[in-house]
Every structure is written in structure tokens, then in C-alpha cells.
């Protein structure tokens, strides 16, 4: 061992042991009997992959979701009211109307099966503006938790838990280790330094010798932990990734010196805090040693266009609190492929005057996936290439929303119905569901407050996201007059498959066209919260598109959709695709 060794099989956990919230076997069928005439709550995908690690320890030393003295105390000083450190608020935010102090309710996932009984023993309100500008630094919507806290409860519950099952895994079950079994599975290589390697994205051979490489530099063993729980919109899934690991750890590394364990973990997209706190997690896991990247656990561009966090910053957090938690930063370094040595070396390490070879990221997914090239051999290993050619399609084949927006009047119907007609003349087949058959079938009952036409906008961008996520394009007409809400139906999406195409025609305009006498009757007060008279529209600050109807004609726009369309790869004429056109 060199001067890195360590002195233990194992460092300890973070906070001293690992967490076990599991009710014993002998326990369950008495508490599940119970728990069929308690009051039940339907916990989102998020807060599923949270209950999950606070009950194997994976959170560790959390116990239950935040209380509001540990919430308010993380927020503002990244640490639990004990002091600990702790950068990450872990909460269950529900509806008021489904909470009883002092008494159990059951926990239960989207498929309404029961996980676990809590205590309620403190239910609180929290501030959504607050909790994003302490966590994440931003107000900005185009942030993806930012938007999708807007349709959180409004009251955190916390409370003792019990858990009755965890949630059930059937792909990848030899890789799904708890911390307790990686600890177990590390241990077997004896007393040597854990360096983690985080990932949401497929390994290229530049990761695999930067990994390589971290190891041999603390003399220890790779734990290669990639999330498969809640990554960013529009990730390449985790299937996918996972298929990729595995075959890399099969074949180019040394099964000796590395363990491939699988992270439940619902990323918030955070940056600093968030690389912070996946330190605290690796080191329940067993780890001493992580890899910091560049931008670590970014969520990209603002709505100016602008990274929310420095490249560095998440490096420098993790840095400046590595004693305090026990994990030492391996900074993500920059490599180059040397195509006369055929190998990789740190930029910093090589002469001004040596040819060198480089892909990024924009260019993997624009030169090479989109287009159905296959990435070369020194990038990628042949293996990785194969399975992301299957599962990621060239850009003509995936799928894509446009969303036009606008007010009632704006000409939004009018310019999709011809896009409608000239994306047939490529050759697609078109399914169209007009206002009335989205009312009808899929928000039935709903009015027009506020909250029911966030929820009917919600139930459309739900709808384009699966359409997008099977290779379709989904072209919606919708008001949608409230910026948060599009940036939620953006980030269900995925950035890099929404267009968002704001049809500007003043108000004037609108009323002027309006035949059903809307507006009219708005202006008597016939109607209560129409957009544009007695309730705002928020404009879009940075649409892809921006279209004019007073002086351009409808199908001049429609034109000028389809245009945009073909530049960003999505329209081929050789190509059919369905299209389904959702308005409201």
C-alpha cells in the first residue's frame, strides 16, 4: 500500500452507522393488515426514490423526511439542526387537506402499492421562491426542479417511518446493491481507498481512463455508481447507461478492482449542493474518494441562455468541506486522445505542438447520434457504440413538441392546423386532438381557474412527453398563459426535443377576431379570469420562435415552423412520423 491506504477495511458511515428503517419479516403481515384502514397518500416517483434511501441508509444520518426545524436549518446553513452537514432538503410535501397530526397514514407509490407507515408528528408550510434561491440559486423556471416544485404540496409532513417493502426492481437486480451490501462487496478486496465515480450519462473511453486512472492514483477500487433513479428531462435512459457498464466492466476492466452498484437516487439537479451532498451518500456507500466533473450534477441554461452554475463551483464546495465529510475530491481532469500514440493523456501534460483528438457532447449527439454515424473506436468502445446506435435514433427519427402559445386569438389553432397539413405532405401520418376532444377525454370536469388550467396544460405536456418519448412530434395550441407551467411541460419533455413557438399578436388583434364573442363578455364581466382582460399572460422571454400574424400570414408561419424544424434535424421528407396535434 502507499501512503494512501487506509487504516480500515471500510471508512464509516457518514453520521457513525447506517440507517435501517426496515420492518422486520416477522412484523409486516400485522402492520400491512393495519395499514389497509389507514388513511393512504400517494407519494411521487421522487419522494419513492427517497424513502428508498432513507430506509437502507443511503441518507444517512437522516431517519425520516426533513421536520421543519432540519429544513429551515439546511436551507440556510446546509447543515441538520444538529449541526451535521447536509446540503440537500429531503422532505414530503402533500396536500394539506390529507394530514392529521398524531396519527399514521400509509405511504403508498403511483400504483397505489403500500411502502410504509408514518407517524405524522409535524406538518408545516414552505416557501417554494425560498426554497429555490437558498438550494439552487434561482427562481428561474428553466431550472427543472424549480418548475416542477410548482405542483408540490404545500405542506411538509414528517414523522417516524416504518417501511414495509422497497420499491420493487426487476431490471438489473444483481447490480442493485443497498449500502450495506456494497460496504459488504468492497470489503472483500480488503483495506484499500473507495474512489466513486458519478454518472448519468454513458461511459466513452475517456471516462473509462479517467476512472482508471483515479484508482491506480489512490491505490484503491472503483465503485462505478450511476443514478437510474430521477436524472435531468431528456437523459438517455438509464437502461441504456446501465447496458453500457455493464459491458465496459465485463471486458476493459479488471474485475478485480471494480464494483458496479446502481444509485436510486432522485437527482435535484443542483450543482454545488448537489455534488456535496453525493459525497455525503458515497461515503454510506463506502467511499472515500469521488470523482468531481466539470459542472457536476448541472441542469444547463437558464432562460438568458446562461450556465446556472460555474464549471468549478461543485469542485471547490465538495473541496472546501472534504475533511468535515470524509470524502476526498478527485477532480474530473481533461483528456485528449493522441491519434499518433493512440492513447490518452491530460491536456495539461502535452506539448502545444501535438496533433490531438477530441469529441464533446454537442457533438456526440449532433455529428454523430442525430445523424445515425457511428462514433469511431478511439471515442468509444465498439460495444458502447452498438448499444447507443439501438437505443438512441438519428434526429430525424426522434421525437419533438412544439408548442405554440399565445392568447385566445393569437392565431395558434390556425398555424398548427396548416403545419397539420404540410408535415402530411412529408409523408407523416397526423393524429389530431382538437380542444374539444381534450376537454372531453382527457380534462373532463376541469374549469378555468388557475389551478385547473395548470392541471389540463400538465395533462397535455403529459401526453406530447410520452408521444416525444416514442419518437413522435406533438404539435399543442394552448393558451398555457403562465411561464412555470410551460417550463414544467418543457422539462417533462426535455429541453432539447421542445420548441417553443410564441404566436405574438397583440390584444387588440385578439378581439378584434373574436367571432364567439369571448372577449366581450370577459370585458362585462360575464367571464371571470379570462387571460388578457382580468388574468395576465406572461410572455415567454426566450421562445425558439416568435411568429407575427398581423402582417405575416398564417401559412407563411406554419412555413417558418417547418423550416425550423428541418434545420434542428427533426423533418425529413423521406421520413414518416406520426404527428399528434393537441389544442386546448
Known amino acids: 500500500m502507499n501512503g494512501n491506504a487506509m487504516d480500515q477495511s471500510l471508512i464509516t458511515p457518514y453520521g457513525g452507522s447506517l440507517v435501517d428503517l426496515l420492518v422486520p419479516p416477522e412484523d409486516k403481515e400485522q402492520l400491512k393488515e393495519r395499514a389497509g384502514s389507514l388513511p393512504s397518500v400517494q407519494i411521487s416517483d421522487r419522494a419513492v426514490c427517497d424513502l428508498e434511501l ?50 399514521e397514514i400509509a405511504l403508498r407509490n403511483s400504483k397505489n402499492e403500500l411502502l410504509a407507515i408514518m407517524m405524522v408528528e409535524e406538518a408545516y408550510e414552505w416557501d417554494r421562491d425560498e426554497v429555490s434561491r437558498q438550494v439552487f440559486g434561482t427562481t428561474d423556471e428553466r431550472h427543472p426542479i424549480v418548475a416542477e416544485m410548482s405542483r408540490w404540496g404545500t405542506v411538509n409532513i ?5 417501511v414495509l417493502d422497497l420499491p420493487k426492481h426487476f431490471d438489473f437486480a444483481e447490480s442493485r446493491l443497498t449500502p450495506a451490501q456494497t460496504r459488504s462487496r468492497l470489503e472483500e478486496f480488503g483495506p484499500t481507498n473507495v474512489v466513486a465515480f458519478q454518472t448519468r450519462n454513458p461511459l466513452h473511453r475517456v471516462h473509462e481512463e479517467l476512472t482508471k486512472r483515479a484508482a491506480e492514483a489512490v491505490n484503491g477500487v472503483l465503485l462505478l455508481h450511476p443514478v437510474v433513479g430521477l436524472t435531468k428531462p431528456g437523459d438517455v435512459d438509464h437502461y441504456t447507461r446501465v447496458r453500457t457498464y455493464r459491458a465496459l466492466a465485463d471486458r476493459y476492466y479488471d474485475s478485480t478492482g471494480i464494483v458496479l452498484a446502481l444509485l436510486p437516487l432522485a437527482m435535484r439537479m443542483g450543482g454545488p449542493r448537489e455534488a456535496l451532498w453525493h459525497a455525503i451518500i458515497r461515503r454510506n456507500y463506502g467511499a472515500n474518494h469521488l470523482i468531481v466533473g466539470r459542472d457536476h450534477a448541472g441542469p444547463g441554461n437558464d432562460s438568458t441562455g446562461k450556465p446556472f452554475y460555474g464549471p468549478y463551483d461543485a469542485q471547490d464546495l465538495v473541496q472546501e468541506h472534504s475533511d468535515e465529510v470524509g470524502v476526498k475530491v478527485v477532480p474530473f481532469k481533461e483528456f485528449v486522445y493522441l491519434p499518433e500514440e493512440d492513447r490518452y493523456e491530460e491536456s495539461s501534460k502535452i ?4 496533433v490531438t483528438a477530441s469529441i464533446s457532447g454537442t457533438q456526440v449527439r449532433e455529428e454523430y447520434l442525430d445523424k445515425g454515424t457511428t462514433l469511431p473506436a478511439w471515442f468509444t468502445r465498439p460495444e458502447v457504440a452498438e448499444i447507443l446506435s439501438e437505443s438512441y435514433p438519428p434526429r430525424h427519427r426522434q421525437g419533438v413538441c412544439v408548442w405554440f402559445t399565445g392568447l385566445s386569438g393569437s392565431g395558434k389553432s390556425t398555424t398548427a392546423d396548416i403545419l397539420t397539413v404540410l408535415l402530411m405532405e412529408q409523408g407523416r401520418h397526423v393524429t389530431v386532438l382538437d380542444g374539444d376532444v381534450v376537454r372531453t377525454h382527457l380534462s373532463k370536469g376541469l374549469g378555468f381557474s388557475r389551478e385547473d388550467r395548470d392541471t389540463n396544460i400538465r395533462r397535455i405536456g403529459f401526453v406530447a412527453a410520452e408521444i416525444v418519448r416514442a419518437g413522435g412530434i406533438a404539435v399543442c395550441a394552448a393558451v398555457s398563459p403562465y411561464r412555470y407551467t410551460r417550463d414544467d411541460v418543457r422539462n417533462m419533455v426535455g429541453s432539447d426535443n421542445f420548441v417553443e413557438v410564441f404566436v405574438n399578436t ?33 410572455a415567454p422571454p426566450n421562445p425558439e420562435l416568435e411568429l407575427q400574424t398581423t402582417a405575416v400570414s398564417a401559412e407563411e408561419n406554419a412555413r417558418i415552423v417547418l423550416d425550423d424544424l428541418r434545420q434542428r434535424g427533426f423533418v425529413r421528407a423521406s421520413v414518416g412520423q406520426e404527428v399528434a396535434v393537441a389544442s386546448s
Open 54 to 103: 432513507l430506509a437502507d441508509g443511503g441518507f444517512s444520518p437522516l431517519d425520516r423526511f426533513m421536520g421543519k426545524e432540519d429544513h429551515q436549518s439546511v436551507l440556510e446553513n446546509m447543515r441538520l439542526a444538529s449541526g451535521q452537514l447536509f446540503p440537500i432538503p429531503i422532505t414530503l410535501p402533500v396536500d394539506s387537506d390529507n394530514v392529521r397530526l398524531d396519527a
Open 158 to 162: 414528517s414523522g417516524r417511518l416504518r
Open 351 to 354: 506539448a502545444p505542438d501535438m
Open 506 to 538: 397583440p390584444l387588440e388583434v385578439c378581439e378584434a377576431r373574436d367571432t364567439k364573442g369571448m372577449y366581450a363578455k370577459a370585458r362585462r364581466g360575464e367571464i371571470k379570469d379570462f387571460t388578457g382582460i382580468d388574468d395576465p399572460y406572461e
